[in-house]
């Protein structure tokens, strides 16, 4: 069964550091996403990409976040310079068509940020 | 509240007997996705669920929706110590972002 593939599984960083989270969606989906989950909390959407731009995004996704799609396959969340608050799980998810349509969202098994 | 409580919070049962597991939500919706989550893992879609639909399965799985309450559940029959984990809806509406909810923490003992 298709899968949406996140790298790394888990990654340490020093506060203030830029961090590129990479993500492989499932290959025929348009929509993608971001999502986070801080440790013992909600999952709460950061940001949802289609036709090459940002379609919508939560007041999360501050200037500090950037989602880029690079070539074909991929797509990448980069923090710019990383907090102590940015510790999280997070997320990439893609569908066939968009959330509002009633798509299935497909989630990766996530990228651990530990911002010491 | 707020959109998408999961109640209970936590259920522990034997291996055998059914689970069930509750979502509210506050406003209208178009869809209602089910997750589960391993501890430490990623989110494994279970079933959707559409605001003109009342009920779906799949294998084991239950799901209703009352959109007159604002809530659905997820019934889990003959469960197994596999299905051990926590399990969330998450709703859509008119947006391209789903709302979660808080979850229940399902701990199913041999």
């Known amino acids: 069964e298709p899968e949406v593939t996140q790298t790394p599984s888990h990654q340490v960083t020093q506060m203030g550091q830029e961090v590129i989270l990479r993500c492989v969606p499932i290959?025929?989906?348009?929509?993608f996403y971001w999502y986070r989950q801080i440790l013992g909390q909600k999952v709460e959407f950061l940001v949802s990409f289609y036709n090459n731009e940002i379609s919508e995004k939560s007041e999360i996704f501050d200037d500090q976040f950037s989602v880029e799609r690079p070539d074909g396959s991929n797509f990448t969340l980069k923090i710019r310079s990383t907090k102590l608050e940015d510790s999280a799980m997070y997320f990439c998810a893609s569908s066939g068509g968009g959330a509002n349509s009633g798509n299935t969202i497909y989630f990766g098994e996530g990228s651990w940020l530990t911002v010491v | 509240s707020q959109q998408g409580e999961e109640d209970p919070q936590a259920l522990s049962i034997q291996e055998g007997e059914n689970a069930t597991m509750n979502c509210s939500y506050k406003?209208?919706?178009?869809?209602l996705q089910w997750y589960r989550q391993n501890s430490g893992r990623g989110l494994v879609h279970l079933i959707l669920i559409r605001s003109n639909e009342r009920e779906k399965h799949s294998g084991r799985l239950r799901v209703t929706l009352d959109t007159s309450k604002k809530s659905s559940s997820l019934l889990i029959t003959a469960s197994r110590a596999a299905d051990t984990a926590s399990y969330f809806c998450a709703t859509g509406y008119n947006t391209d972002k789903l709302i979660f909810g808080t979850g229940t923490r399902l701990q199913v003992f041999p």
């Open positions: 290959s025929n989906h348009l929509y």
């Open positions: 406003t209208s919706i178009n869809n």
